[in-house]
């Protein structure tokens, strides 16, 4: 079975501080990993995928396979970060292809 | 994301009542899903349909259905509601045909169950 879990449920910074935004997993095989977000008012959507390897607004998320953690974090919050972020799981495809295993989410205040 | 779009956006229901909550796509995705989110808990899938004549369950299918009827639309329904299924619910949709598959969301439907 494949599980995300996200041990802040709320999250609260200061502009300009750091921020991580912790996410650990739980799979027996190769997962691929994503942070998804969702903005107020607006819909989920893809922050960035691990395969990747890219900087997203200025968030880079780094596999762990031996912590089986995949963080996300910014060195320099700004108030427009304030948003739910998700991490979730997708297991081998052709197995279970494409499905997305979510966390609880962790909701980011970045406060002026 | 307009391309993937829901309709209701909110419905007030009570308890026992059938209720069918519906999404249409115009990205030509073969493969969609639906999610129902509750605070605390994240989303969780309930079906997904990887093309029109596949239809799977999620971890929590138990008191809903889905139809696929077209590649471009999948709706669920709730047989009989309960106050529990209230919830935000998101259909989503991804192309299995791209080497980097990522779903794209509708803006929720938001439920409540008397």
């Known amino acids: 079975a494949q599980r995300v879990t996200q041990p802040e449920k709320l999250l609260s910074v200061f502009k300009g501080a750091p921020v991580e935004l912790k996410c650990n997993y739980s799979y027996s095989g190769s997962p691929e990993l994503f942070w998804y977000v969702q903005y107020s008012r607006q819909r989920l959507q893809l922050l960035l995928r691990?395969?990747s390897r890219e900087s997203i607004k200025g968030f880079t998320a780094d596999l762990n396979k031996g912590e089986t953690s995949f963080h996300l974090k910014k060195p320099f919050a700004q108030e427009e970060d304030s948003a739910m972020y998700y991490c979730?799981?997708?297991?081998?495809?052709?197995?279970?292809?494409?499905?997305?295993?979510f966390g609880e989410g962790t909701q980011l205040t970045v406060n002026p | 994301d307009a391309d993937v779009t829901q309709t209701p956006r909110n419905r007030i229901t009570k308890t026992g009542k059938r209720i069918m909550l519906e999404c249409s796509q115009t990205?030509?995705?073969?493969?969609m899903y639906w999610y129902r989110q509750d605070p605390g808990l994240g989303l969780r899938l309930i079906y997904y349909?990887?093309?029109?004549?596949?239809?799977n369950k999620g971890e929590i299918s138990d008191g809903y259905s889905v139809s696929r009827q077209a590649q471009a639309k999948f709706s669920l329904s709730l047989e009989s509601a309960i106050p529990n299924q209230t919830a935000l619910y998101f259909c989503?949709?991804?192309?299995?045909?791209?080497?980097?598959?990522?779903?794209?969301f509708g803006p929720g439907t938001r439920l409540l169950v008397l």
């Open positions: 349909s990887f093309d029109v004549k596949d239809i």
């Open positions: 691990h395969i």
């Open positions: 990205k030509g995705h073969d493969r």
């Open positions: 979730a799981l997708s297991g081998i495809r052709g197995t279970s292809g494409s499905r997305l295993t």
């Open positions: 989503a949709t991804s192309d299995s045909r791209r080497a980097r598959e990522t779903q794209y």
